[in-house]
C-alpha cells in the first residue's frame, strides 16, 4: 500500500550512541517532515525538506541531522543519543504547499535511550 | 511564541451524543486549520480541514468551524461512536509548509 513507511518501530539506545531513522515514501511527495511526540504534548517538527537536496530546521532542531538525497527517503539521524531524545518518532509527507489535508503521517518509531 | 492551543485535555460524552472539541490559536497568516485524529500506537490520521478563508466545512459525521475573530477553532463529531476514541489535534499550516500542532484532547466514549 501508499504511504510512509518508518523503520525500526521500536529501539533502545545507550546514552551516547548514534542511529538513523528511516523514512520512505511512495507517493512522489515533495514536502517531508520528522516530528517528535512526548507524552501529553503534541507533535514538535523537528527538520523539514521542500525537495530532494533541500532541508531546513523545525522547532526542535538540536541533536538531530537530516539529508534529502533522493524525493522517496528522508532519513533522521541521531548524532550522541541522550535520555531527553526519549519520544515517539513520526514521519511524514505532503504533495504541495500550503495544502490542508496533504499530510500522510508513518506508524512512528517509539526511541528510548537509556 | 505562535502555538495553536487546545481549551480541554480530556473530554467524555455518552455514545451517540455529539462531541464539540476546541482549540485557539495565535497565529493569523496560517492558510489551513486541520484536525488530526490519533489512535493508541498509530501515526495522526486526517479528518478534516479548512482554509483560513472559509468559516465552516462538513465532511462525514464531522463538521470544522473556524472564528477568525476570536481565532478559534472546533471540530464537531456528530452522533458519536465507540470508534471516535481517540486523542484530536488541531493543527495549523504555516509557510513553507511547516505543520503546528496543538497539545491535544482525549475523546473518551461511555457506553
Known amino acids: 500500500n501508499a504511504g510512509v513507511t518508518q523503520t525500526p518501530k521500536f529501539q533502545v539506545l545507550k546514552t551516547g550512541q548514534s542511529m538513523t531513522l528511516q523514512c520512505a515514501q511512495d507517493?512522489?511527495?515533495?514536502?517531508m517532515s520528522w516530528y517528535r511526540q512526548d507524552p501529553g504534548m503534541g507533535l514538535r517538527l523537528i527538520h523539514y525538506?521542500?525537495?530532494?537536496?533541500?532541508?531546513d530546521q523545525g522547532e526542535v532542531p538540536n541533536g538531530y541531522n537530516v539529508s534529502r538525497s533522493t524525493t522517496e527517503d528522508f532519513p533522521l539521524r541521531l548524532l550522541s543519543a541522550a535520555p531527553s531524545q526519549t519520544s515517539v518518532y513520526f514521519c511524514?509527507?505532503?504533495?504541495?504547499?500550503?495544502?490542508?489535508?496533504?499530510?500522510?503521517f508513518g506508524s512512528g518509531t517509539r526511541l528510548t535511550v537509556v | 511564541g505562535e502555538s495553536v492551543g487546545l481549551h480541554l485535555p480530556t473530554l467524555s460524552v455518552q455514545e451517540g451524543d455529539n462531541s464539540i472539541i476546541n482549540c485557539a490559536y495565535s497565529?493569523?497568516?496560517?492558510?489551513?486549520f486541520i484536525w488530526y485524529k490519533q489512535e493508541s500506537g498509530k501515526g495522526p490520521q486526517f479528518i478534516i480541514d479548512?482554509?483560513?478563508?472559509?468559516d465552516k466545512r462538513q465532511g462525514q459525521r464531522v463538521t470544522v468551524l473556524l472564528n477568525k475573530t476570536v481565532k478559534h477553532l472546533s471540530l464537531q463529531i456528530a452522533a458519536t461512536q465507540p470508534g471516535d476514541s481517540a486523542v484530536y489535534f488541531c493543527?495549523?499550516?504555516?509557510?513553507?509548509?511547516?505543520?503546528?500542532f496543538g497539545q491535544g484532547t482525549r475523546l473518551t466514549i461511555n457506553p
Open positions: 511524514a509527507s505532503s504533495y504541495s504547499q500550503g495544502q490542508g489535508g496533504g499530510y500522510t
Open positions: 507517493m512522489n511527495h515533495e514536502y
Open positions: 525538506s521542500v525537495g530532494a537536496g533541500i532541508t
Open positions: 497565529n493569523s497568516a496560517s492558510d489551513y
Open positions: 479548512i482554509r483560513s478563508n472559509m
Open positions: 493543527a495549523e499550516t504555516r509557510p513553507a509548509q511547516k505543520l503546528v
